[in-house]
């Protein structure tokens, strides 16, 4: 999108890319120069190729050799946060 | 959480992943943005072997895993959760990103559970609680 479109209507394109999560390529002399992003993206549901791709990984996780023994998460990630 | 419910060796492990699989498979897990750093830091500590690390990074990498920076904003939000509410840092910053998100907070621990029901009933908790 072209600066001065981006100047006469920046409400709208921010409302825009903050609802949507598609950024903006702002444009001068016709050369992309900045991209318009969400601070943080939108929260989105996601299709069934990721939940598939998601439980496909999660299973074989069941799969893969652990070290034995025992333990506690908390402590764990407490541990790392000391 | 997350740890727990893929080590079938973790002490909480049944419970997490009740609570884990509580959440629609269609849904995200709304995380800070150091969480996979956590994760894989935590198991890389135990010894885990690379085969798993590397599973577990594509998996908290993928879009289950909505990872969301630390904004000023956020960690206003969590200041104010951890001095209201007598939480820990990190803590504080899980239930901001729940109660900014509108997402329910996963955890199963008693204290940080009773700290936000009486101080910030509108964050909604999951069931599952352990001390």
Do not use: C
Request: hydrophobic letters at 45%.
């Amino acid at each position: 999108m072209p600066l001065s479109k981006v100047k006469a209507t920046l409400s709208e394109v921010v409302r825009t890319v903050s609802k949507t999560g598609a950024p903006v390529v702002i444009t001068v002399d016709g050369q992309p120069v900045v991209k318009l992003v969400p601070a943080t993206p939108p929260l989105r549901q996601l299709s069934s190729a990721e939940v598939a791709a998601y439980r496909a990984l999660t299973h074989a996780l069941v799969r893969v050799p652990r070290q034995v023994g025992s333990f506690d998460a908390v402590a764990l990630v407490g541990e790392g946060r000391r | 959480m997350y740890i727990s419910s893929i080590s079938p060796l973790e002490v909480h492990h049944e419970q997490a992943l009740q609570l884990m699989r509580s959440v629609p498979e269609d849904q995200p897990f709304v995380v800070p943005s150091w969480f996979r750093l956590e994760v894989v830091s935590a198991l890389a500590r135990r010894g885990e072997l690379k085969e798993l690390l590397n599973t577990v990074k594509v998996l908290v990498h993928g879009p289950r895993f909505h990872a969301v920076p630390l904004s000023e904003a956020l960690l206003e939000d969590a200041q104010e959760i951890a001095e209201v509410a007598g939480l820990r840092a990190y803590d504080a910053v899980y239930v901001a990103l729940a109660r900014e998100t509108k997402t329910r907070l996963l955890t199963f621990d008693r204290e940080v559970r009773t700290r936000i029901s009486r101080h910030f009933p509108e964050v909604s908790l999951g069931e599952s609680e352990t001390a």
